[in-house]
């Protein structure tokens, strides 16, 4: 089974199909921001926006998806 950090590798390669079948299947806040990103990617803002309040973060402005991907590989990782 994939984890959310093969997700993570696979959102900063962009590939973010193969991401999504990841993260669809994980409940976690972190997967929703995740979900999130990979519906920016995919030019859908308004999707993005949903999984982004499932995960009580705010939609990023626009071009900031590689700070996102960055601030959630940090988020994810342990400490």
Sequence with gaps: ??????????????DWQAAH???QKDDSALASWAHGIV??????????????GRAGRELPAD????????ALKA???PS
Excluded: F, K, P
Aim: net charge negative; aromatic share 8%.
């Design 1 to 14: 089974m994939s984890s959310l950090s093969d997700a993570i590798g696979l959102l900063e390669d962009g």
């Design 21 to 23: 079948r990841i993260v």
């Design 63 to 70: 071009g900031a998806i590689q700070a996102e991907i960055a």
């Design 39 to 52: 519906h920016l990617m995919e030019g859908d803002r308004r999707n993005a926006g949903y999984w982004y």
């Design 75 to 77: 988020r994810s990782q």
